[in-house]
């Protein structure tokens, strides 16, 4: 090994110590508060204050102290609500391992295909080691607006017994089950990235960059967006506007987002663009053709996305329940319509409907659907879809001219085009006149009747901007100083090699 590949391999360990190294010393910090309890996405949010929404709540909700004559038992976790859960994070496991590394390896040329799975299955393990150490806490305890606390180090406290709670009051799942499921949206959102500076970046810094994004771009975003205290918290006026106080920001606007528009899609995507401007085109960009080495892998990876994808949308509600069943049947219905518009549309523009269009159509239109799975109604998510299948060909095609950039697997094309079209449609389309949700006051435990479309809308473009300046300083910073510290890019003479052999010493395929 020589010497340059060695520093390289231990500056990238070392950023991972450095990592864990800035979590550690704040372990000794008093025990968790009660109220910093897990979330996940909002199911109804309410953009005033006077109509707090749902999200998902705080493990300790239940936990006030109260005189055994009056205090009501503390709640069970459902065991039906429990194993569906379990069952849903298995399924978003799924989506990265080995779903995404088949759908980017399929599209790559041979002599990457192994590069690319294994960034997946690094990033994957990467990022639940890191989840664990300081990534849960920050996300999902009370802190700042920004950015959680140090309570839940290296999952300080939790044990089987811990319960956090979901969308309605005085229904609890088990913590971990939480952190488990929350950890894998984590893992694939990183994974993400890596389809846009595809067949040139080092090894060593597809980790530093994935440890340093992680860190600055979504944890803020996942705690602006999907903390609160929970649904017990709403007890009356007074009580829903001193709990939305310490909420997550974007959350404390009303931004809706039931299972990461903003905080997945939108962010890895503009992740990816930053990479593609600021590592450059690949060797031979735009005078050789790079063509998919295997769309049989990506049509199964891309199935595998799908099937995984029920997990994440469905999974989001934390309960097995009604809203559960319109986030499946939505997640099919959005997804399918997408492959369909998609599919007509490139066979009218170039004659023939290809296999790699229809599994991109699916993907476009499983992340349209994604921020509104839970709040939209089935003919919404079906418009949704059509719309995002066209949307979504416009952005791998005339978009992508117009950026000038060598985004290598479509990442903003799909991804943030169709991220930044479901959040912005999830404020149309969560309207109760138009089948959807609409806002759930907890305090009168009814839906608002007064939902405003525009308003909603605004506040959805509010969240959308917020992630795209977030991802785009952190992701521009984080390159640069890796670029300078380890560099970014393989020799021209390795990229021309193929990243399997130069970078990791083995092929995918031999004759």
Known sequence: MSMKKMFSSALAIGTLLLAVGFAAPAQAQDAPKPEAAAVTAPVAEAPKAE?????????????????????????????????????????????????????????????????????????????????????????????????????????????????????????????????????????????????????????SAVIAFSVLWFTFSYLPMAHMVWFWPGPDAFTDAAAAEKATAISGWLFQKGALDYAGGTVVHINAAIAGLVGSYVIGKRVGYGKEAFKPHSLTLTMVGASLLWFGWFGFNAGSGLEANG??????VNTILATAAAVLSWSFGEWIGKGKPSMLGGASGAVAGLVAITPAAGFVGVGGAVVMGLLAGLLCLWGVTGLKKLLGADDALDVFGVHGVGGILGALLTGVFAAPSLGGSGIYDY?????????????????????????????????????????????????????????????????????
């Not at 809203?323 to 499946?328: E, G, L, S």
């Not at 969240?463 to 560099?487: E, M, W």
């Not at 970014?488 to 010493?505: A, C, F, K, N, P």
Request: proline residues 5%.
């Open 323 to 328: 809203t559960a069943a319109v986030a499946f």
């Open 51 to 203: 109509a707090p929404a749902a999200a998902p709540a705080p493990a300790a909700a239940a936990a006030a102290p109260a005189t055994p004559a009056t205090a009501a038992p503390a709640p069970v976790p459902n065991k039906g609500d429990t194993a569906w859960m379990l069952v849903c994070t298995a399924f978003v496991i799924l989506m990265t391992l080995p779903g995404l590394g088949l759908f980017y390896g399929g599209l790559v040329r041979s002599k990457n295909m192994l590069s690319v799975l294994m960034q997946c299955f690094m990033i994957f393990s990467l990022i639940y080691i890191l989840w664990f150490v300081y990534g849960y806490s920050i996300a999902f305890t009370e802190g700042t607006s920004f950015f959680g606390s140090f309570d839940r180090l290296f999952l300080h406290g939790l044990t089987g017994d811990s319960n956090t709670a979901t969308f309605s009051k005085g229904v609890v799942i088990p913590e971990l089950v939480f952190v488990a499921f929350q950890g894998a949206f984590a893992a694939i959102t990183v994974a993400l990235i890596i389809g846009s500076f595809a067949e040139r970046m080092k090894f």
């Open 443 to 511: 305090v009168t435990n009814a839906v608002a009747p007064d939902y405003s479309i525009g308003g909603q809308v605004w506040i959805q473009f509010e969240g959308v901007l917020t992630t795209v300046i977030l991802s785009g300083v952190v992701s521009f910073i984080a390159y640069k100083l890796i670029d300078v510290v380890i560099g970014l890019r393989v020799t021209e003479e390795e990229e021309r090699e193929g990243l399997d052999i130069s970078s990791h010493g083995e092929s995918a395929y031999h004759s």
